[in-house]
C-alpha cells in the first residue's frame, strides 16, 4: 500500500510524539525483573573487528539469559550459530548494514545466504536515498523483496538522517509492506536512539501489526526503560548482559 502523507496530520503527530517523549523523560521508573529486561533485548555483536573467539564469548554470555535474540555479523553466523548449539536463543543478523545503498539484488543475495544458514529473523538497512525522496513505493517493493525469504524483517531507517515527514511516511509505508519492526538506527552513522524517534514511529505504525526496534547508544537499565515509555517494542543493545545485571 501507498501511503500519501497530510501535512496537517504529520504536524499534529510530530507534537503528540514530542509530548509523549517528554513525559517518557521525566516519568517515574518502575523495577523490572531481570528475565523480564532481557526478554525484550536483542542482544548485539556488531563491533567489525570482531573475532570467532570474540563471537563464542558473547553467544556462551548472552545464553546465561533470556535475551529475544543474539545479533551479529554476516560472517558470524556460521560461529554463532554453532556456539548457540541446541539452545533456543534467536539468531538474528544484517543486510545492507550499515549503509543501506546496496542495490536491492545485493541485498536479495545476502539475505539468502543469511535464511540459509539459519538466522531466525533479519535487520535490514533501507535505502536511506529512497526515503530521501520520499520514494515510498519503492521502499515498500525493496521490504515485499526481501520478505519474500520468509523470515520476520526489522527495517533500519536511520532516522538521525531523515526529516520527520521522511520517517513517518517510510514507518507507515513498512508497516504495511508486512515488515515486524522499524527500528531507528544502526547505532555506526548518524547517532543513535532518541525518545522523539521513538515516539514518533510509535504513533506512525499505530494499528499495525509492526513494532518499534529503538537501537544505538541503549547503554543503561534507564535508557531502556525510557525507550520503552516512548513506545519502543524491543531495543538493539551492545550492553544488554550490563544492563540485565542492573535489574538483580
Partial sequence: MHFEQDPDYNFFMNIKAQAWAEEARKAPLEP???????????????HPEAVP??????????????????????NAVGVAREAIGNEKMPLVSVVGFPMGFHPLDVKMREAEL??????SEIDYVI???LAKRKDF?????????????????????????LSDDEKEGSAKTLASAGV????????????????????LLHFAVEGTDCGVKASGGIRKLEDLQRM???????????SGIRIVQEAF
Fill in 127 to 129: 535505502d536511506i536515498s
Fill in 137 to 161: 513505493r519503492a521502499l515498500e517493493r525493496e521490504a515485499k523483496a526481501l520478505l519474500s525469504f520468509g523470515v520476520p524483517l526489522k527495517a533500519i531507517l536511520e532516522c538521525g538522517l
Fill in 32 to 46: 523490572m525483573e531481570p528475565d523480564e529486561v532481557a526478554k525484550v533485548i536483542d542482544n548485539t555483536l556488531l
Fill in 53 to 74: 573467539e570474540n563471537v563464542v564469548r558473547f553467544v556462551e554470555e548472552s545464553l546465561k539469559y533470556p535475551f529475544r535474540a543474539v545479533v551479529v555479523g554476516p
Fill in 228 to 238: 520503552m515509555l516512548a513506545g519502543a517494542d524491543i531495543i538493539g543493545t551492545s
Fill in 180 to 199: 515486524s519492526f522499524v527500528k531507528t538506527s544502526t547505532g555506526f552513522l548518524a547517532g543513535g536512539a532518541t525518545l522523539y524517534d521513538v515516539a
Fill in 114 to 119: 543469511l535464511v540459509r544458514a539459519g538466522v
